[in-house]
């Protein structure tokens, strides 16, 4: 798996971001291969608020906005899919869709589960483990745990939000995935994508 990191200083702390691509020999593919790029735009909206979190009230919380970027020749798409519309298939399969220079497509299986409304309210399905956050503290006292600490917030329904670089070959004018793409809670299905130029905003 490949990781594309971006870090921003934040007063004494440091922000890693990661898009974290599908398995190495998905992205080792054939020559048509038309792959997407995944890049971090820098993060903006940076805050410090309180609120109630699975630990407890009055937590310390870091906000920001974090935009997904595909500068790459394809679309990044993922498809889910399901056995049955109840509980009792509470995870999809999914499969990376990788665009050809032919115009057809090849799929391939990913270890990444689709799963319905992580706890975010969304009320959709998401990819999960796609992207990660780590937060180093720059100078940390003799008594800070060792390693970065990790965002909880990895499972994502990505879809065109902001255009980008429309100015790259095959970036359509117009956004190709919405959010209607990653399904409600009765769906056995779903298409998730970022076109090329175009990004995800989360904020």
């Known amino acids: 798996m490949f990781r594309l990191r971006r870090r921003a200083a934040l007063s004494g ?35 410090l608020t309180t609120g109630t979190t699975k630990d407890g009230p009055d937590r310390r919380l870091l906000r920001f906005s974090a935009l997904i970027l595909n500068v790459g020749q394809g679309p990044l798409v993922v498809k889910g899919k399901r056995d049955c519309a109840t509980s009792a298939c509470p995870k999809m399969r999914t499969a990376q869709r990788i665009k050809q220079a032919d115009g057809t497509w090849r799929g391939v299986a990913t270890d990444r589960a689709g ?53 790259l070959p095959g970036a359509p004018q117009r956004r190709v995935f919405s959010e209607s793409g990653c399904g409600r809670s009765g769906s056995t299905s779903f298409r998730m994508g970022i076109s090329v130029g175009w990004g995800d905003l989360y904020g």
């Not at 440091?14 to 593919?29: K, T």
């Not at 038309?34 to 890049?39: M, T």
């Not at 720059?138 to 902001?162: H, I, R, S, V």
Request: overall charge negative; glycine content about 12%.
């Open 115 to 167: 799963r319905f409304d992580v706890g975010d309210g969304h009320n959709h399905w998401h990819t999960m483990r796609f992207q990660g956050y780590e937060l180093f503290q720059m100078d940390p006292p003799p008594e800070a745990p060792a390693g970065p600490l990790l965002g909880a917030k990895t499972g994502f329904c990505f879809f065109d939000t902001n255009g980008h670089r429309l100015d």
């Open 13 to 47: 702390m440091s922000l890693a971001m990661m898009a974290m691509l599908l398995p190495v020999g998905v992205m080792a593919g054939s020559s048509g291969d038309l792959l997407p790029d995944l890049r971090m735009a820098k993060p903006s909206d940076i805050r």
